[in-house]
C-alpha cells in the first residue's frame, strides 16, 4: 500500500542564523505547521545552492523552495500564498478580509522587510567600512518609521486584522530580525505582537525544527 506523497521543503544545511529562526524555511515551516500539511525538508549546502539541479528549483539559487508533485515554487511568500490558498487557516472565508490578509503579506515582504533588511547589512557587513557611523542612525530611522506606522496601525489588536492570518505570520516573521538591534522594544505594542506570534504552537514547532537542524539533529520530517 502506497503511501500518499508529502510536499518537500528546502531549507540550509548549515543555516546562517544558528538556529533563532530567521531563515526563510522558518516561514514555510510555520504555514506547513499551521495548516496541518505534513512536510518533508532537504537539506542543501551553500555549494549545493548554487548548482544546476537546485537552480532549477530556484533560479536566484536561494533557499526555501517547494515542491509538491509537478508543482516547485520559490520565494517564501509565494510559498505561503500557495498554502494558504490551498489549506484552511490561513486566509478568512470573507473575500474582502481575505483580499485584506493578502494585501498585508505584501506589505510584511515589500514595505516593512526592506529596511530591515538594509538595517540587517548595515550591522553585519558594512560594520567596518568608514562612512557606516553616520549611515546607520539614518537606517535606524528608516525602520522606527515603518515601526510606528505599523504600531499606529495594529493599535491595541491582537492581529492586524481581527484574526490571526497568513500576513500575521509573515509580519511576525519580518520582525523576528530587529531583537538583537534593540528597536523592537521602542514598540511595546509590536514586541507584545511578536511574542504572541512566537507562541503559537505550530510556530513553536517550526522553530525547534530549524534549531534541531543548527544542533546537527534534524528530524527524518516535520
Known amino acids: 500500500m502506497s503511501s500518499t506523497p508529502i510536499p518537500t521543503i528546502t531549507a540550509f544545511e548549515r543555516s546562517p542564523d544558528g538556529g533563532q529562526g530567521l531563515a526563510r524555511d522558518t516561514r514555510v515551516r510555520w504555514a506547513l ?62 473575500a474582502n478580509a481575505r483580499a485584506r490578509a493578502i494585501a498585508w503579506m505584501f506589505a510584511a515582504l515589500s514595505t516593512v522587510e526592506p529596511p530591515i533588511l538594509e538595517l540587517v547589512n548595515a550591522r553585519l557587513l558594512e560594520n567596518d567600512k568608514p562612512w557606516n557611523k553616520e549611515r546607520l542612525p539614518i537606517v535606524k530611522d528608516r525602520v522606527r518609521d515603518r515601526l510606528r506606522e505599523l504600531a499606529a496601525r495594529l493599535g491595541e489588536a491582537d492581529w492586524l486584522d481581527g484574526v490571526f492570518s497568513a500576513g500575521d505570520l509573515l509580519m511576525v516573521s519580518v520582525l523576528l530580525r530587529l531583537r538583537r538591534s534593540g528597536l523592537l522594544d521602542e514598540f511595546p505594542s509590536l514586541a507584545a505582537y511578536v511574542a504572541r506570534g512566537e507562541a503559537r504552537p505550530a510556530y513553536q514547532r517550526a522553530f525547534a525544527a530549524q534549531l534541531a537542524v543548527a544542533r546537527g539533529t534534524p528530524p527524518a520530517g516535520a
Open 33 to 94: 505547521e499551521e495548516v496541518g500539511q505534513p512536510y518533508a525538508v532537504r537539506l542543501v549546502s551553500f555549494a549545493a545552492m548554487k548548482q544546476p539541479a537546485h537552480r532549477a528549483l530556484h533560479p536566484f539559487g536561494q533557499i526555501p523552495t517547494y515542491e509538491d508533485g509537478d508543482l516547485v515554487l520559490f520565494e517564501s511568500g509565494a510559498i505561503v500564498l500557495h498554502l494558504a490558498e490551498r489549506h484552511a487557516g490561513l486566509l478568512p472565508d470573507d
